[in-house]
């Protein structure tokens, strides 16, 4: 099961790599956020950030969300308030240390105080059952598929 959950998450952040390419491409006029994105490799953690968390799984599956994707809640997506749609993140739950990278595809939460509403099969990953307290880094596209390519060669191995 965790094989086809990464294998569908490799799949899904290669098929939207070109549409990310290309969204950039069409928003290089809002240089504040992209800068800021672009140049995290010269300050890998200058942007991390201690958040709350859940997940959003069923009742969504299977619609639109705010970048005009399909929900998917077997993906390795995430609802965010402020973080640039179709981004990357890397998130890490302080308690147990397990770390994922998803891809920013859908705006909220709209519950209380929490900044990101993980998919669910982020949401498992990461151990998270209800609410739970994440450390969020965004990434490049380089970066995560990277990440997601490491990944890919640890789980073969095990």
Partial sequence: MNKMILAISVLFICSY??????SEHRS???PAKHVAAKNHKSKPHSNKHQTTTSWYGVKFHGKKTASGQTFDMYAMTAAHKSLPLLSYVKVTNPKNHRSIVVRITDRGTFHGKREMDLSYAAAQKLGIQGLGSVEVTPISSNEALSSISNSSKTNKRV
Wanted: hydrophobic letters at 35%; charged letters at 10%.
């Fill in 28 to 30: 290089s006029h809002k």
């Fill in 17 to 22: 790599l070109s549409t990310a390419q290309a």
